[in-house]
């Protein structure tokens, strides 16, 4: 990656290019097909009422069937929090207060609508659903990202009153020509972002990752995996030179390192842990496992502004809104005996994508019951691979590096346009249709990709269909 600095508008930016080209020449024979044994969906003997089969724009909130009284009435005052916009202290409300100082948005919802997929702004916008993690080379305490001295490890573009937000994010798109390996090539999208108005100094020797608010469904039945499968599976021999490793990460509440599953490099170990780094990275809410406002030495009037509480998010909040996010159902699958579906998995699995999209997972003990001993379908191993030059944001994340990227779950992915009216993928949004996202594959997933662009238009369109009925 090329980190710049250059003039624009009559501000300093500092100028990131998110990626390159993918490199795929039209002469470049495609990997031989490897045997990949398709697997079946999930059942409803399986996960009996954990999938749900709504169609509306309300189809990421539905509650897993099954929960007690009580257990709706904390989904409910889960769900209320997620939704919550929250405010400055000293408030009248103070279960509600302590935004900031420096903060991303008011509420968990703004990044993640409807429970779905948020969107990369269009060039001069401003941010709404993505947010740009910053770091410095080397590592923090515990091996992970070491943060920027004066900005922290996230952009926080908003502050409090009396608190100047850390500057404004400027995004930009460029075009890129990818020639397919049929000797075709073909336009992709990929965006830029530069840095303007810094209240805190200039940002050298920066990393950047831009990230979207990705869909917030299913999430109980992930943290259920037990650790020694997700390690299982990283140990497994795999073809086509795909490798992909579990990383390894802090769990602030055991004080030690353990596999991660949750977040775009799988930085997190824990459903509970994600949410609270979202709360104190995106609000500046704190909690009992992030105690320490989002403030850098440099902040000082972050450092002496108002708390909401100490902590911010209460115990009992973390529980309710770490409760509701692990009982929203995940789409069920459609059209699962359509020809053109049937046809699609088949070659989903014969070019190689199901071997780090992998469809079936075990749950073990779970604090939950309902979500104990059952089998489900998200479509991902977990693990963190090597996704190419073009994809890379050059920023390393605990064991993760720059090139590397957890594989995303593809449940519900055909619903996105339904819920939330794009059909933007991948971890920054450049994809504009699932066609792209599968283009941009390279390093690990070449292989899958190079046979996926030889196929036939039509059992493209097939693979694409199958795509779209998870």
Request: aromatic residues 6%; glycine residues 10%; neutral net charge.
């Amino acid at each position: 990656m090329n980190f710049g600095l250059w003039l624009a508008a009559g501000a300093m930016l500092a100028g990131v290019a998110t990626s390159t080209a993918l490199t795929a020449v039209a002469d470049e024979a495609p990997a031989t097909a490897v045997s990949v044994p398709a697997v079946a969906p999930v059942d409803a003997d399986d996960a009996p009422r954990l999938l749900t089969n709504d169609l509306t724009r309300e189809a990421f909130t539905q509650a897993v069937e099954g929960i007690d009284d009580a257990a709706r009435a904390q989904f409910l005052r889960g769900r209320s929090l997620f939704r919550q916009n929250w405010v400055v202290a000293p408030a009248q409300d103070r279960v509600f207060a302590g935004l900031g100082p420096v903060y991303n948005r008011l509420s968990c919802i703004a990044c993640h609508p409807k429970n779905g997929r948020g969107e990369a702004p269009a060039a001069g916008e401003r941010m709404q659903s993505m947010l740009v993690r910053l770091s410095v080379p080397g590592r923090d305490a515990h091996g992970g990202p070491k943060p920027h001295p004066a900005y922290g490890d996230q952009f926080n573009e908003e502050g409090i009153p009396g608190v100047a937000g850390e500057g404004r994010i400027v995004v930009g798109w460029k075009t890129v020509a990818h020639r397919n390996a049929d000797g075709g090539v073909q336009d992709l999208a990929l965006p830029t972002i530069a840095f303007a108005d810094l209240a805190y100094g200039p940002l050298k020797g920066v990393l950047t990752s831009p990230r979207v608010g990705p869909q917030v469904y299913g999430l109980g039945l992930i943290d259920a995996i037990p650790e020694a499968e997700i390690e299982a599976q990283a140990a497994a021999a795999k073809p086509d030179g795909v490798r992909g490793r579990a990383n390894r990460v802090w769990d602030a509440a055991r004080q030690r390192l353990v596999v991660g599953r949750f977040g775009l490099k799988a930085n997190a170990p824990t459903l509970r842990q994600q949410i609270a780094g979202a709360f104190v990275g995106d609000l500046g809410i704190t909690s009992e496992l992030f105690p320490q406002e989002n403030c850098s030495a440099a902040q000082t009037a972050c450092q002496r502004a108002p708390s909401g509480g100490h902590p911010e998010l209460s115990h009992e909040q973390l529980d309710d809104i770490t409760a509701y996010l692990s009982r929203i159902a995940a789409p069920a699958r459609r059209a699962v005996q359509a020809p053109q579906i049937v046809q699609g998995e088949a070659l989903f699995a014969a070019v190689g994508c199901a071997v780090c999209h992998r469809p079936r997972w075990q749950t073990a003990e779970a604090a939950d019951p309902l979500l104990a001993h059952r089998s489900f379908a998200p479509y991902t191993d977990l693990l963190v691979h090597d996704m190419g030059p073009g994809l890379a944001d050059g920023r390393p994340d605990y064991l993760a590096q720059g090139r590397e990227w957890r594989t995303p779950p593809l449940w519900g992915i055909g619903l996105v346009e339904r819920v939330n009216g794009h059909t933007r993928y991948l971890h920054d949004g450049r994809a504009r249709n699932l066609d792209e996202a599968v283009r941009w594959h390279d390093g690990e997933g070449r292989a899958a990709r190079l046979r996926f662009e030889t196929l036939a238009p039509a059992d493209r369109a097939a693979l694409l269909a199958f795509l779209a009925s998870l």
